[in-house]
Every structure is written in C-alpha cells, then in structure tokens.
C-alpha cells in the first residue's frame, strides 16, 4: 500500500520537471538573447576604466600646476596622461587628455600649444566619432581662441558655423549644453563689429530666443547666464536699451556669490556703463567702488574698460583735471599695448572734450584729431572684416550645397542599406520566432502526452489503493464479526464448563487457556480497528488518535502523551484523515518496537488551515542518513505518504538524545 503511494507522489513529480524543463527553455532563450544585446552594447560603448579616466585628469592637472614655475614637470605630467590613454588604446580618453591639455595652456594665455592640442583632440574627435559633445566644444574653444587672440573673425566664423551645424545635426537632450552653445553664437555676432550692424544684431538674437526656448529645463546658472546675455544685447541694439540693459545686470547679479570672477566683474563693468549712459552717476559710482575692490584679480582686457569707466565717470562729473590726467594716461598705455577698440576711441572723445572745457584747445584739437583717425581707421576694420565676413559666408553656402548633396547621396545608400538590413532582420527574427514556436510546441504537447499517460496511471494507482483500503475494512469486518464471534463462543462454552465440572475452577491449565483466548479475542479486535480504524470516519480523526494513544500508554511502558494546539476546522478529506491516522500510528509503532524509549509525544498544531505534526521520544536516535538506507524504507514510504497529500516530512535526533519527526501539511 505504502509503496504504491510512494509511486504516486513520484510520478507527481515527474509531471512539475516536465513543466520546469519548459521553464528552463524560455528562460534559456531569454537569457541568449540578453547576452546577445549585452555584447553589442559592450562592442558600441567600448569598456572604458572610470579610475584610469580619473588618473587622466589629475596627471594634467598637477601639469597645469606647473605651467608658469617648471616647463619640463609640464611636459611629464601631459605625457603620463596622453601616455595612460593611449596604453588603454581608448581614443575617448586621449580625447580627454588632450582637450584637458589644451585648456590647461589656454588657461596661462598659451594660446599657441592649447590650439595644437586642440587640433589634436578635434582630428581624433572627427575620426572616431566617439565624443561629439567635445567636439562642438573645441570648435567653440577654436572660435574664442581666433576672436580674443589673433583677430581672425573670419576663422571664427568658420568654427562657430561648424559648431552650430553639428548641433543643428545632433540629438542632444541636454539644454544646459544646447544653451551654452548658443549663447557662444550670439556673443559672436553681437560682438562682431566694433558698431554692430542690424543684421549682426537680428543673428544674435535669433540665438538668445533659442536659448529662451528652453529656459524652463535650464539649470539656476545657465538661467542667470541668460539674463547677462539679454543686459549685453540691450546695450549695443539699435537703438540701445540702456535701461532693460541695467535691469538684466542687476537680475544676473542677484546670484553673485555663485559666479566666476571674470563673469562678475564683466557684469559690474557693464551695469556701472549702463548707470553712466542712463544719468544714474551715483549708483555708477557705487558699482565702481566695488570694482575697485576687485582690481588687483582682474584680466588685463576688464582692467582697460574698468579704467575707462572711471575716466568717463570723471567726465560726466566734470572733474576735467581728472579725465585729462587719467584719460592720457590710460591712452599712452593701451598704445603700447597695441589695442585698438571702441574703448579708446571714447578715451580720445573724453579726453579732447576734457582739454577744450579746460581751455586746453591745442591739446584738444591733437586728441580730436587722433579720435577722427581711429575712427576711420575702425570703420576700415569693419568694412574689411564686413568683406571678410561676406566672403566667408560664400564659402559656407557653397560648402553647405557640397554638404547636402553628399548627404543626399548618403541618405539614398543609406536608406537602400536600412531596406535591405530591415528585410534581412525580419527574415532572421521570423525564423528564429518559428524556431522558438516549434520548439515551445513540441514541448508543450510532448508534456501534455506524458501529463496524461502519468495522469492516468495515477487514477490507476488511486484505484487500487482504494481497492487495498476497501479490501482491509472486509477483512476487519471479517474478522470482529466472523472469527470474533466465534471466539466470544468459545469463551462462553469455557466458562459454562465450570458450572458442570467444578473442579475446573481450580485447574491452571484451564485458567489458562481461558486467559489466551481473551488475549485472542483482544488482539483480534486490536487488529481489526487497525485495519479499519473506525474511530476516524466515526467520531473524528482527534478523537482517534487520542484513543490510539491511550490504548499504547496503557498497553505498553511508554508514557505516551497527546497533545493538541489550536483549533481543528476539520476542513479535510476522509482520505487525509486516514492517512494522517496511519503515519502517526507507524511512527509510534516504530517507537515501540526500535526506539527503547521511556517517554513519546504526539502534538498536533492547527495553524489556519495547516498541520504541523511533531512525534518525538527520549530514545536511543537514528543516523543522520537513515532515510538513504535500506532500514529506512518504512520511513521513507512514510514521506512518500505524507508528499502525497502536500506535506513535508524532516527528521532530527541524536544517538542516545531521541528522535524528532516533523511534519507539515499544507491546505
């Protein structure tokens, strides 16, 4: 019976591997085709070392540390970068080396060596295709270089054009970077010409409306980067807007704790103009005195419009003396300085009106003479650079109509390549999807198949432990009714025996045959309720099990005890009852006849709808590996049964310390 059952839990079993077995397929696919779109990631990405591109900024830094003390430290501490970034061969970090680099020497104003470097980033930037953020940036870097350094506008003006094609061309979703960019363009064109043109004007604030655009995504410093851009296009439009020009400084200047120093005084210069153009001298005054403050930090281009400033400031007071000592003076030293801009075109305006309100006319008849000079010798600039611009532009269009008929060209071979790779794909994935259904069928209706062949057999095996169940109450029956009442017959015939012969009363021999058939008639009935115990289908499977363990505790030297925790909702199965019934009776059977216990327990826990069952003694124990030996056959039928109604079976004990079996059912 038990072994029968034993085969039920396990082809059971074999069903849920089958189903697993589908499982694991699915999975296996799953996982095959994430390892697939993980190495092409790996391949697109590369695989570059955070720590390595960590070690490649501080080399260059501790270079630029000795930029302006020790050249040959400079040239060891570049070298280790470029030379850690080529080690990996990771063109991505010689990138960064090399732009780091070159902004290391822009840094100390050594705009020869950062545009080497520059080109050297940007030649990799082009070939690899890798960083195309860096690449805008060097060529906004380039821009800067050719405008502040050499004058050349019209190479500017090629690099600012690239820079604004390839983010015209890119799919950035960064505002932040997409602003600084732009706000690069508009100062280019509103800062082209010494007298800004309406067309330089109009670029420019086609570039600061994009910035606009995009104002609500814009972090706290690129917002207030965008009001110094509104406060510099309001004060050099046609006509100026000196000032909406004061009202964008004094915004931007609200975040001033948080703003670079050079942007800081730029921004102080221009706000303390703006008071001058607009009568406010005191409040320009103000803003000047701060400035004073800041003087010795300033860049040498800030220092001469600071300087202006307060020769105008002076102007505007009438304090001639003043604006005839300091404006000479300023003049004198931004000739030997070689520059020629707006700013001293108003130093000579200043200072000639200076000298003629003081009566001076000589010296300001010269003064106005050089300012009528510069002032055509500026207009000439313009117009060349006007030219040059022009010129420029024509090259750009013509390089612009080269540009879209080779991506025209490229798109048409690229769409004919996408066509072909699109129907290729779609063949592959199609087949692979048949593959995979095929599979998964076959599968499924193999385990089918065999789900029911198992099923079947069993029902068979049900039917037959059914059978064996009916088959022992038959023979119970039998027994009590059949060979008990003839027992019970004897019994009496022995006992009227005695009132016919009275002698017998005092003969052993009788007495004791009088006693074995009581025992026979007892054990006949002990083995009959074990057959078909009754008690369970009658009056509850508690109610037997308690009355199994009393008739132990009494018949044997085991002090037995039952226990029961918890509330039994007696939501069961007669068929679990049942087996409940024999495997508790089994195990307490196998403490009576192995364990050479003194003490037992049986304890029953109701849990919700769950049983926990504990059958424990002070016995001598079993091995640990009882079960995976031939004496633990019964047991392991035990856990077969107990697997069958959805239970788990453990066992622990010690040699000499008892043995504790736990079982656990599951509703």
Not at 255 to 266: H, Q, T, V
Not at 328 to 338: A, E, G, M, N, T
Not at 362 to 387: C, G, H, P, V, W
Not at 457 to 463: A, P, S, T, V
Request: proline share 1%.
């Amino acid at each position: 019976m038990l072994h029968l059952e034993r085969k039920m839990a396990n082809f059971g079993n074999m069903i849920k591997v089958g189903m697993k077995y589908k499982i694991l397929i699915i999975k296996y696919l799953i996982h095959l085709s994430l390892l697939i779109v993980f190495n092409l990631f790996i391949s697109v990405t590369g695989n570059a070392n955070d720590k390595d591109s960590t070690l490649i900024q501080e080399y260059v830094k501790k270079g630029a540390g000795f930029l302006k003390v020790n050249t040959d430290s400079v040239v060891s501490y570049f070298n280790k970068s470029i030379y850690i970034a080529t080690s990996k061969q990771s063109s991505k970090d010689s990138i960064i080396a090399l732009y780091a680099i070159a902004r290391a020497y822009s840094t100390v104003s050594d705009y020869f060596n950062a545009k080497n470097y520059w080109y050297k980033a940007l030649e990799l930037c082009n070939r690899t295709q890798l960083d195309p953020k860096r690449e805008i940036q060097i060529y906004i870097r380039l821009a800067d270089l050719y405008t502040e350094t050499t004058g050349a506008k019209d190479s500017a003006a090629l690099c600012y054009y690239i820079a604004e094609q390839k983010l015209n061309n890119s799919s950035f979703n960064d505002p932040n970077f997409n602003a600084l960019i732009n706000t690069r363009l508009a100062y280019y064109w509103l800062q082209l010409n010494n007298n800004p043109i309406k067309e330089d004007l109009e670029n420019g604030r086609y570039y600061i409306d994009r910035v606009k655009k995009d104002s609500s995504r814009l972090n706290q410093n690129s917002q207030y980067e965008l009001y110094f851009l509104e406060g510099f296009y309001h004060s050099v439009n046609i006509p100026p807007s000196k000032d909406s020009s004061r009202h964008y400084y004094l915004k931007y200047l609200e975040n001033e704790d948080s703003l670079l120093l050079y942007n800081k005084i730029a921004a102080y210069i221009n706000l303390s103009n703006a008071c001058l153009e607009l009568g406010y001298l005191e409040e320009s005054n103000l803003y000047i005195q701060k400035l004073y403050a800041l003087k010795p930090k300033m860049h040498p281009l800030l220092l001469s419009y600071f300087e202006t400033l307060v020769v105008k400031l002076a102007f505007l007071k009438k304090n001639y003396s003043s604006t005839v000592k300091l404006g000479s003076q300023l003049i004198d030293q931004l000739k030997r300085d070689s520059i020629l801009n707006i700013t001293v075109l108003e130093l000579y305006d200043f200072t000639a009106k200076a000298y003629d309100s003081i009566g001076l006319y000589k010296e300001a008849s010269m003064f106005k003479s050089e300012y009528i000079k510069l002032s055509d010798s500026l207009f000439n600039i313009d117009r060349i650079q006007t030219a040059s611009r022009l010129a420029v532009r024509s090259r750009m269009a013509e390089k612009d109509k080269e540009i879209a008929q080779k991506e025209l060209a490229l798109a048409h071979s690229e769409m004919a390549h996408k066509n072909k790779n699109f129907w290729i794909i779609c063949i592959v994935i199609t087949l692979i999807s048949l593959i995979i259904i095929s599979i998964l069928t076959y599968i499924n209706n193999r385990n089918k198949i065999k789900s029911q062949e198992k099923q079947m057999e069993i029902n068979h095996l049900k039917d037959t432990v059914e059978g064996e169940e009916n088959e022992r109450k038959r023979l119970a029956r039998e027994l009590h009714d059949g060979l008990g009442g003839i027992l019970t017959a004897i019994r009496i015939h022995f006992g009227l025996l005695t009132q016919k012969f009275d002698q017998l009363k005092e003969d052993k021999i009788y007495d004791e045959n009088l006693k074995l058939i009581e025992e026979a008639s007892n054990e006949l009935r002990k083995t009959a309720h074990n057959l078909a115990p009754d008690l369970v289908t009658q009056h509850g499977l508690m109610y037997a099990l308690e009355s199994f363990c009393n008739r132990v505790a009494s018949g044997t030297d085991i002090n037995l005890s039952f226990q029961v925790i918890g509330e039994d909702s007696g939501n069961r199965s007669a068929s679990v009852d049942l087996t409940i019934y024999r495997v508790i009776q089994e195990l307490v059977h196998n403490i009576i006849k192995h364990s050479k216990a003194s003490k037992a327990l049986v304890q029953i826990q109701f849990i919700n709808q769950d049983i926990i069952i504990t059958v424990e003694d002070n016995g001598i124990g079993v091995p640990a590996n009882i079960l995976a030996t031939s004496k633990g056959i019964g047991l392991q039928n035990i856990k077969s049964r107990v697997e069958n109604i959805n239970g788990s079976f453990s066992i622990q004990s010690k040699v000499n310390a008892g043995t504790s079996i736990n079982i656990e059912i599951f509703n």
